[in-house]
């Protein structure tokens, strides 16, 4: 009899216990109608980010080792411990990551191998991405970037399925990499996915596209819907029976890329969709008294073709900046980005994390035009002839590249614009094809390393030939070369200690400006809108939205008057067709 009685009082504990964690086997979360931001068509973690909407996507349906969190606190994601071992006598430096069971969208399980891959895949000589230059802490990574050593080389192995083994050049504060590989740019990436047939379209089309975050891409068509789930089988593993809701609240995220933003303010007003994120000038400064902001790590800029003659010295390149008065363009961006007054953002951290690096350095670029000074430089810079400033499609990008051609019409020299579709566009960027072009600059890391680090010429992560007369680096897509912002960013990588890099940062910025291989010209803001019926919502350091913890107010009534709702559109297509 008390066997029996002890029995039921554990399972009555046990229910409670999960009654209070808020646990219902049957509970499958909120079905949010929203608007995230721009509409994306590749996936592909490795590229460099050049669109300040990229990453809100990124950062649902993919899951790094780490997570940097708006206050600068570094927490787990698909790591679950770390533990160093350091022998300074051997100058053996290691650091261990054990991963959290977990699994792929399409249920097969990930594994340190995966991390292992994406790694070596970044170093490797043949790809591009700056986001390399994050690895090169590990033991021969720039070597091996270089083509200097075998990617075998490297410092990277996985010692099981859940534990990964790093091997640092030098003992190091482990939260500087802690940091780094909170990056959207190191995510897994499997090898079976990205090689073979798939190869040039898996980022890019949705039955091809491997993700392993709390959220998966559903259904996707293009300019009019995606559809973001629930991932079924995130942290799924045969040791653990849970909730479907214990590591991610929302069962389905519902975005309408029809209607413009104003539009899309309406609905929410209207209690139709829940969150609205990237307003533009209009809609900000329509609802700024309620709207939220958050710094981004993404800046307007303009890259220089530094291979150009006429862009070939940094005079040149300084009187282009100097004749732009940042204050106009901001205003043409629209409330609540704001004038650049550096290249790094306000939103990246300084010696520690809780210090903004923009805050520390302080205004190195005036946000007033000075055109007097502009057109001595430009007399000095030898700027003649016709230049082309190429830009995305687009109102805004059209309106700041005209802004732009009409400062620089005082210096004497004649600029066209050229507004390019997203395709042409990214050839041309990618390729280095362009006199000068209107981009937004993302940064992949919260460290002004990861800003500054890719106009240096072995840290752009441009590919390498790996033939003998190789020079072993391949300069940024500007084509800037310059050894002393060379020797400042090894500088960088050289130190050990968070304070030490910031201070060596602050100097590389310095001559980034001095040199000016890219005009920054505004840094943006995601300023967004949410209803008071959506609760759980948190920020990440890039400036996105984490809604794994998101909960709709009496979401159950709110999805089943959905699903009718859809049952019956279904329905009646299906009678039409």
């Known amino acids: 009899m008390k066997r029996i009685t002890a029995l039921l009082l554990l399972t009555a504990m046990f229910v409670a216990v999960l009654a209070g964690c808020g646990y219902d086997p049957e509970d499958t979360g909120s079905i949010i109608p929203l608007y995230l931001g721009a509409e994306q068509r590749n996936f592909d973690p490795t590229l460099t980010l ?33 533990y160093t071992k350091f022998d300074e006598k051997r100058g053996e430096y290691y650091l261990y990551i054990e991963l959290y069971p977990s699994k792929w969208n399409d249920g097969r399980s990930l594994i340190a191998d995966h991390i292992v891959y ?21 033991k021969n990574a720039k070597a091996v970037k270089a083509g200097d050593m075998s990617i075998d080389s490297v410092g990277i192995a996985s010692v099981d399925n859940l534990l990964i083994e790093i091997q640092f050049e030098k003992k190091i504060d482990v939260n500087l990499f802690l940091e780094a590989i909170a990056s959207p740019s190191l995510v897994p990436i499997r090898d079976d996915v990205v090689v073979g047939a798939n190869a040039a379209t898996w980022a890019t089309t949705l039955e091809e596209l491997a993700t392993n975050g709390q959220f998966t891409i559903k259904d996707m068509t293009q300019k009019t819907s995606c559809v973001i789930e629930k991932a079924t089988a995130y942290r799924e593993n045969d040791e653990e029976d849970v909730s479907p809701i214990k590591y991610v609240k ?26 609205v994120g990237g307003l533009d000038k209009a809609a900000y400064t329509a609802n700024a008294s309620s709207a939220k902001t958050q710094a981004m790590l993404s800046v307007m800029t303009v890259f220089f073709n530094c291979t150009k003659p006429a862009l070939a010295k940094e ?46 350095g302080g205004d190195i670029i005036s946000t007033n035009a000075d055109v007097a000074k502009a057109k001595s430089l430009a007399s000095s810079g030898g700027l ?61 890391s919260t460290s002004a ?36 912002y060379d020797a ?89 067709a």
């Not at 649902?60 to 790591?79: F, P």
């Not at 732009?324 to 790094?344: H, M, S, Y």
């Open 50 to 82: 050049y669109d300040k909407d990229t990453v809100k996507y990124l950062e649902l349906i993919n899951e790094g080792l780490t997570v940097v969190g708006e206050d600068g606190t570094i927490s787990k994601g698909l790591a679950k411990n770390w």
């Open 118 to 138: 994406a790694w070596k895949r970044l170093l490797s000589p043949e790809t591009k991405s700056p986001a390399a230059a994050l690895l090169y802490d590990i």
């Open 250 to 275: 929302p069962l389905r995220l519902l975005i309408d890329f029809t209607k413009p933003i104003s539009k899309q303010i309406d609905m929410l007003k209207a209690g139709e969709i829940y969150y």
């Open 315 to 360: 005079e040149a390149r300084q009187a282009l900046s100097t004749a732009l008065d940042r204050n106009q363009i901001a205003d043409i961006v629209g409330a609540p980005n704001k004038p650049a007054t550096g290249f790094v953002t306000p939103g990246i951290f300084d010696s520690t994390m809780k210090t903004s690096f923009r805050s520390v």
């Open 384 to 444: 003649k002839g016709t230049l082309t400033l190429a830009c995305k499609i687009g109102e805004v990008n059209k309106a700041v590249a005209d802004y732009c051609v009409s400062a620089w019409k005082e210096l004497g020299v004649t600029v066209t614009v050229n507004a390019m579709t997203d395709k042409d566009y990214t050839a041309a960027l990618y390729s280095g094809n362009f006199d000068m072009i209107l981009l937004d600059y993302q940064g992949l």
């Open 449 to 484: 390393y990861s800003f500054l680090a890719p106009f240096a010429t072995r840290y752009s992560g441009e590919p390498v030939s790996v033939e003998d007369n190789s020079k072993g680096y391949t300069p940024s897509v500007t084509g800037f070369e310059n050894a002393e």
């Open 488 to 576: 400042a960013i090894d500088a960088v990588l050289a130190a050990t200690t968070r304070a030490d890099r910031a201070s060596l940062l602050h100097t590389a910025e310095g001559l980034f400006v001095k040199y000016m291989p890219a005009a920054p010209l505004v840094f943006y803001y995601d300023s967004y809108l949410v209803s008071s019926e959506l609760t759980g919502l948190k920020n990440s350091a890039f400036g996105t939205r984490i809604f794994k913890d998101a909960v709709l107010k009496n979401y159950k009534d709110k999805n089943a008057a959905y699903l009718a709702k859809k049952d019956a559109k279904d329905k009646e297509n299906t009678k039409s």
